[in-house]
């Protein structure tokens, strides 16, 4: 059934919460880790935040600390210290050098203009059109270094859409592993961390569902436990509009936490709760009602007009 998780995963659940650093955290980012959160604790399982700050160009100072006393106010408590990946760099060379011995890398010299010039549109992305991939272009510096993928089918079940599938070398092409500045990509660092911190179970936004299928594709090939996936729907504003940092994503109030968490809770699709007095009430009877299954399967949710984003400001 979906949504629901065997015994013998219940009881080494680890799940996490990994927020960039690039803001306050807005109603969208409160929703997916409170997700996450319910979802962990209605499991009797682990639950920690790692702080995705690699890449530094988009790191707004003080905000990984904001972001981490909105959790806290908001009832939410990790169980391990909060790691964060400015640190990890090295894993992260490792994992590509790895990848590189085994022949899967190769070092691009194109361009984003290039891309866009040559590429065609894919599900995620401009497809890379393969100009490198038997060698660097002549007079090319290198510039990134993508993974060389293979047309074969990847499925996986989530626990909210159901079954997925992808045929990454045409749907999405040989994605980067290390950028143009240097910095890992995302897809390589939350591969290797998500298997560093030993998560069984991945709750996130559904803006990540086509990313999985590479991520399930790194895992293989760096020989990874691959963790169970569920994607939260990403909120959108009355316009369909993702709630972005820069317009309607008011950063939440902190001050008023309960109010926002009953919103929340409901917009979870989940049985709404007693009025309840303080934060610690109200997890204390969430835990025990949290399904999982009862999560609306879409990709996108709108923000009921109920909600005012004012009221967050
Ligand atoms: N750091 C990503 C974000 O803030 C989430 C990555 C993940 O959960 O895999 O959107």
């Known amino acids: ?5 065997s015994p013998s995963i219940r009881a080494a659940y680890r799940g996490r919460f990994a927020p960039s650093p690039t803001g306050a955290l807005h109603l969208g980012s409160l929703l997916t880790a409170i997700a996450s959160y319910a979802d962990a604790r209605a499991h009797g399982g682990t639950w920690l935040v790692r702080i995705e700050d ?4 988009r790191t707004v100072p ?3 600390a904001a972001l981490l006393d909105t959790l806290h106010r908001f009832g939410m408590r990790w169980d391990e210290p909060v790691r964060y990946q400015h640190d990890r760099t090295s894993a992260y060379q490792t994992a590509l050098a790895q990848l590189t011995a085994a022949g899967l890398t190769y070092p691009c010299g194109c361009s984003r203009t290039d891309l866009a010039r040559n590429g065609r549109a894919g599900v995620d992305g401009t497809i890379y ?7 660097l272009a002549a007079n090319r510096p290198l510039r990134t270094v993508r993974l060389r993928t293979t047309a074969a089918s990847l499925a996986f079940t989530d626990r909210i859409h159901g079954h997925h599938t992808q045929n990454i070398a045409e749907d999405v092409g040989d994605f980067v592993l290390r950028r143009a500045d240097g910095i890992h990509a995302y897809q390589l660092a939350v591969v290797v961390d998500d298997a560093w911190q030993q998560i069984t179970q991945v709750v996130r936004g559904a803006d990540l569902l086509l990313s999985t299928p590479r991520q399930l594709l790194l895992q293989q090939h760096l020989g990874l436990a691959q963790p169970r996936y569920a994607h939260i729907p990403l909120l959108v504003d009355h316009n369909g509009h993702k709630l972005s940092k820069a317009q309607a994503a008011a950063p939440v109030d902190p001050q008023h936490p309960l109010p926002t968490l009953h919103h929340i809770w409901a917009l979870l699709g989940q049985e ?7 934060v610690t009430e109200f997890w204390a009877r969430a835990t025990s009602r949290w399904h999982c299954a009862r999560v609306p399967a879409h990709l996108t949710l709108q923000i ?7 009221s967050f400001n």
Do not use: F, N, Q
């Open 62 to 64: 003080g905000a990984a």
């Open 54 to 57: 690699l890449d530094h160009t």
């Open 304 to 310: 009921p007009t109920a909600i005012s984003l004012c």
């Open 129 to 135: 059109p393969g100009t490198c991939r038997y060698g």
């Open 272 to 278: 709404p709760l007693p009025p309840v007095p303080s």
């Open 1 to 5: 059934m979906l949504g629901s998780i």
